[in-house]
Nanobody
Framework: QVQLVESGGGLVQAGGSLRLSCAAS????????MGWYRQAPGKQRELVAT???????NYADSVKGRFTISRDFAKNTVYLQMNSLKPEDTAVYYC????????????????WGQGTQVTVSS
């Protein structure tokens, strides 16, 4: 069993900051890429940022320069530091990880967290 548990969402005024955390737990042999996605009401889920096992990062154009993704390999945790938040950042933010379990014949697969709400007021 593998779980991703997010925390850190909330309500913040425009220009403010929030830090999201996502901890992976369970029978984990290896975690490859981890990332954050978001889904606003009436819109499709979109990529926000990803970070590979080597530490390479990738960001959506809309968050470059404002958001920073980081990772604590020892804690199997990924973070998203969000600064200069805008009302258009309002969405449910989902953690994603490509995880290989400790199981005979297992292959890496995607896991998702339950989502955490981020609301930015104008």
């Amino acid at each position: 069993q593998v779980q991703l548990v997010e925390s850190g969402g909330g309500l913040v005024q425009a220009g403010g900051s929030l830090r999201l955390s996502c901890a992976a737990s369970g029978s984990i042999r290896r975690i490859n890429a981890m990332g954050w996605y978001r889904q606003a009401p009436g819109k499709q889920r979109e990529l926000v940022a990803t970070i590979t096992s080597g530490g390479s990062t990738n960001y959506a154009d809309s968050v470059k320069g404002r958001f920073t993704i980081s990772r604590d390999f020892a804690k199997n945790t990924v973070y998203l530091q969000m600064n200069s938040l805008k009302p258009e950042d309002t969405a449910v933010y989902y953690c994603n990880a490509d995880i290989l379990k400790w199981a005979m014949g297992a292959v890496p697969r995607d896991y998702w967290g339950q989502g955490t709400q981020v609301t930015v007021s104008s």
